[in-house]
């Protein structure tokens, strides 16, 4: 009993130092963020000097320039900044905040800072890299929320408080130690009966008691349910995937469905510039290809290319979006460090761009980019003020989606074949950017920066479209392909453009070629009009492109549905998500059963995608590259960041390795440490059970196994069983289905419960029979071996009346036969539960554990099989004539071969049970599988070509527009 205590101490220390290591770790983050010098306005003192925890909502401080890692989220009112977000958003691109327009309205901060609110808010924990001021001071910004309130503390409280893992597998495990210990409890209850009617001391009695109950219920389970994901852990590590919460590793064995992000996660991080196709007298131009033996010529496009984005110089390298770095390198242009330009409105600080070396001749020194009105993802544009330099003439450049930039534009500009070439590009994969440009007329003393961009951004001259090619990683193919063989969905979630991300889709194998994408298209209520839904087929003929009818009478092409072998998939934006979910809720479930793209999808979208997904019973896991993923994949079972930024704080796993192999590699561990968990698990409840059933048997008549003998089932073959079984390595081929999720599920219980009738059957026949030898002897204190080991002659009464009372409790034949019995039997069942393929390697590929259950068997067969004294003597045995040891040998050979085929022949085999299912009519009670079934039965689905209409709803629901959408 000792040992055991002492195990159950050691478990629970080795915790308490983890748990404490993790705490002091997560103490260290915070705190560094409370002891940030700052620069505070007040009324009474000017400017002072404070530690950063003393900041409240309310204060306003200054931003002088120097880098500064942000305490608490505040809203810039004054200048402007260039923030890294990386601790974040896992996007290492510097980002542009400015000030907050409008600062002296009475209307919510939110409602006024027009498109996008979040680039005017500096969030605690990025890093303030440049502060530019205005010509009214330095950079200020004032104090939005501190602490725990912040954006990080949000982080920070995600990881003290995650969300409650609902996996079957800890609920179950309460519901098997509780089967255990009511066994437990019935053990004890006939060990106070048994010794009670012998009239034992009290302290005997209770002492016995508890050590049966303690033998069916092992303290280390909860231990065992960990041992798989510690190892698994390590295994990912080396393979460079790091993880913050083991606990999901062992959830990540039971995914069925993983959502990619597109761009730098299923295709290449950066963008490389296919070509340019110029616009002029409203029609396109010949097509200048990069990379090109000649420089892009000067003209408009030149302009706006070299000045319209949000590049910036950070210590003599030039940084931003990739997009528009690639851009800016195609015009062989340069970026001054720092520069200030002159306006009508005196000197202000600018972005000056020149021409290069290796640039086309330009009728100009350069360009000042005086003024930026920033991307949004709402907007899906940008638009920029410059002057060329010595000129007094200013320009404004666009760039954005082409949809959006067109209709900026005067439409005689916009070539008639805008649509068509578009989609020309688009179905080819490749990301088109269009580019706009306008000459602004201002008044003399007007400040660039106080331009409206309503006003400005009006009445563009259309200049062509800019084709980005965004090629497939390598990996990509292989990997959706492994995915699909083991019958793993594969969802692609993206901000990019619906069409590209459809041919996206298809060239990675996603969609297979033969599979039709069915387009759905919903718009909000307009006036009298309620919500709408159209569905229509993405093919390229006309037909398809047409305005969707109201009926389709006939479709002359039956669309089949059946679950992983269906040839049609719903492809839908981040708009007409937003619809169905909030008009056509009753549609989203059987729509989410076949989507495969989503497109212009939000970071508050994509949350709601994978919890939406999660309601319909899928295992999701979720892997993006850092940037606008973070909310999802913290939703997801098992998020996989593909950021090597502080961001990966926000997402359980992170892979140094930026491509989607590490997906398969994070399934095949979860399967294999599901599979070990449940493994030891099953081992340990059958080696408490083993131990209880000798124990409960030797009870019967007043006798125990010795401490050496409990020592070595404990420590020598258990405790070394427990840690070197989860050492097998995952098996490289993904299977087709998933390993059962659940402790309370038939096969396992069935193994359990068999082997326990197994061990049963033959501990009682043992025990029976030994009774029954001609030379048994009720009570026997005769160790010695006879010479040649023959008959032993019994001992008389006055020899066993001498005997001390650790020999009577303890020597006996029966305690002799048992205990080989029980022994090797714990050898046996860890040999049969170290199942291999599928799931893992075959158990001979874990040396460690292969070559430790072959010494423990040498071990107890030289302890039962050896003619030695000492031997004996020590480990309290009796000698028993060698054809009783070859019949106890016998007994454990037919156990293990039972064994053996009950569990690999019978229970673990998938086609038996799939038959036994089909047999009793069962069905999965997930709520995918009863929408296939019901879906399979309707003869009207999928719709095409048609329009539905939502139903009118009275319930209106107001939202805090101070509140609304807090990411």
Not at 275 to 287: T, V
Not at 379 to 399: A, C, F, N, P, T
Not at 626 to 644: P, Q, R, T, V, Y
Not at 705 to 717: A, E, R, T
Request: glycine share 6%; proline share 6%; charged share 20%.
């Amino acid at each position: 009993m000792e040992e055991k205590i002492w195990k159950d101490h050691y478990v629970l220390l080795n915790k308490d130092e983890e748990n404490e290591l993790q705490s002091t770790k997560l103490h260290d983050l915070v705190e560094e963020h409370n002891k940030v010098q700052v620069t505070v306005c007040t009324k009474n003192e000017g400017f002072k000097e404070l530690e950063s925890h003393y900041l409240v909502p309310g204060d306003v401080f200054l931003l002088d320039g120097k880098k500064l890692s942000l305490p608490c989220d505040a809203v810039l009112i004054d200048g402007s900044c260039i923030v890294n977000e990386g601790m974040l958003t896992g996007e290492s691109i510097p980002v542009m905040k400015t000030l907050l327009p409008f600062t002296e309205s009475p209307e919510p901060w939110k409602t006024h800072s027009m498109e996008d609110y979040r680039r005017h808010v500096l969030f605690c924990g990025t890093e303030v890299i440049q502060a530019k001021s205005s010509g009214r001071g330095p950079a200020r910004a004032v104090v939005l929320q501190t602490g725990f309130n912040t954006a990080k503390g949000d982080l920070v409280r995600s990881i003290l408080y995650p969300r409650p893992l609902n996996f079957q597998l800890y609920r179950d495990a309460f519901k098997f130690i509780v089967g255990l210990s009511a066994i437990g409890v019935l053990g004890l209850i006939y060990t106070v009966c048994v010794f009670t009617y012998h009239k034992k001391p009290v302290a005997d009695v209770v002492a016995m008691a508890l050590l049966l109950l303690t033998a069916a219920v092992p303290p280390a389970i909860p231990a065992a349910l960990t041992t798989g994901t510690v190892y698994a852990q390590r295994r990912l590590k080396k393979k460079k995937i790091f993880c913050i919460t083991p606990q999901r590793i062992n959830i990540c064995g039971q995914i069925n469905l993983v959502c990619f992000d597109k761009t730098g996660t299923l295709t290449e991080d950066g963008l490389d510039l296919w070509g340019i196709l110029p616009s002029e007298g409203s029609r396109f131009q010949k097509i200048h290809k990069f990379p090109s033996s000649t420089p892009l010529p000067w003209g408009p496009v030149c302009g706006a290319m070299a000045s319209c984005h949000s590049l910036v110089v950070l210590d003599k390298k030039i940084q931003g979006d990739p997009l528009d770095l690639k851009m800016f390198e195609g015009t062989h242009w340069e970026i001054e460090e720092s520069s200030t330009a002159r306006d009508r409105a005196g000197a202000t600080d600018a972005c000056i761009v020149r021409p290069g070396p290796n640039a086309s001749s330009a009728p100009v020194e350069g360009i000042a980019i005086l003024h930026q009105f920033p991307f949004s993802s709402g907007l899906q544009r940008m638009s920029v003020v410059s002057q060329k330099i010595g000129e007094e003439q200013y320009d404004l450049y666009m760039k954005g989606a082409p949809e959006t930039v067109s209709s900026f534009c005067r439409q005689e500009t916009v070539p008639s074949d805008f649509l068509e070439e578009l989609k020309t590009y688009t179905s080819q994969g490749f990301r088109v950017i269009a580019l706009a440009h306008k000459v602004l007329s201002l008044p003399e003393d007007v400040d660039v920066s106080d331009l409206e961009r309503e006003e400005a951004e009006s009445g563009l001259e259309f200049l062509g479209l800019l084709v980005m090619e965004n090629r497939l990683k390598p990996e990509t193919k292989p990997v959706l392909r492994e995915l699909a063989a083991a019958r793993i969905r594969s969802i692609m979630v993206t901000g990019d453009n619906l069409q590209t991300a459809v041919t996206v889709a298809r060239n990675a194998d996603m969609i297979h070629e033969a599979s039709k994408v069915i387009i759905v298209e919903a718009s909000e209520p307009e006036g009298s009009t309620p919500a709408s839904i159209a569905w229509r087929l993405a093919e390229g003929s006309k037909a398809s492109a047409a305005a969707p009818t109201e009926v389709c009478a006939n479709t002359q092409e039956k669309i089949t549905l059946g679950g992983e072998s269906s040839n049609y998939h719903f492809a839908m934006n981040g708009k007409s998500y937003q619809v169905l979910v909030k008009h056509f809720y009753s549609l989203l479930p059987k729509i989410l059963l076949n989507a495969t793209v989503f497109a212009r999808m939000s970071p508050s979208q994509k949350s709601s995608l994978v919890e939406e997904l999660q309601k319909l019973d899928y295992y999701v896991g979720m892997c993006g590259d850092g940037a606008n993923d973070c909310g999802a994949l913290k939703m997801a079972h098992a998020g996989i960041s593909l950021s090597e930024q502080e961001a990966s704080v926000a997402s359980p796993f992170t892979s140094q390795i930026p491509n989607i192999q590490c997906v398969p590699e994070l399934i095949r561990e979860g399967r294999a440490a599901l599979v070990a968990s449940f493994a030891v698990v099953k081992y340990l409840t059958l080696y408490g059970l083993i131990q209880f059933v000798g124990t409960a048997l030797l009870f019967w008549q007043l006798q125990i196994f010795g401490n050496y003998q409990y020592l070595i089932q404990d420590m020598v073959i258990t405790l070394l069983v427990c840690l070197t079984m989860s050492l097998t390595e995952a098996y490289p081929k993904l299977a087709p289905y998933r390993p059962p999720g659940q402790l309370i599920s038939p096969p396992l219980l069935l193994s359990v419960i068999l082997n326990v009738c197994f061990t049963i059957a033959m501990q009682t026949c043992g025990f029976l029979l030994v009774k029954k030898q001609p030379w048994y002897v009720a009570l026997a204190s005769w160790r010695h071996c006879s010479l040649g080991n023959q008959t032993l002659p019994p001992a008389s009464p006055g020899e066993n009346s001498t005997s001390s009372s650790d020999h009577s409790t303890v020597l006996s034949y029966e305690g002799t036969t048992l205990w080989p019995l029980s022994s090797v039997n714990c050898i046996i069942v860890a040999f049969v539960f170290s199942k291999g393929k599928p799931f893992r390697k075959p158990i001979y590929t874990n040396y460690v554990f292969s070559a430790l259950l072959t010494l423990q068997l040498a071990t107890c067969l030289f302890l039962f099989l050896a003619d030695m004294d000492a031997v004996y003597s020590g480990m309290q045995f009796l000698c028993t004539p060698v054809i009783w040891r070859v019949y106890v040998l016998l007994m454990l050979l037919v156990t293990f071969c039972v064994s053996f085929f009950t569990e690999d022949v019978l229970l673990q085999n998938k086609h038996l049970w799939m038959l036994i299912k089909a047999c009793v009519g069962y069905q999965s009670k997930s709520q995918y599988r009863k929408w296939q079934r019901m879906l399979q039965r309707d003869p009207n689905w999928p719709p095409v070509n048609t329009k539905d209409f939502a139903a009118r709803s009275t319930a209106e629901v107001y939202i805090n527009p101070s509140y609304e959408h807090r990411d």
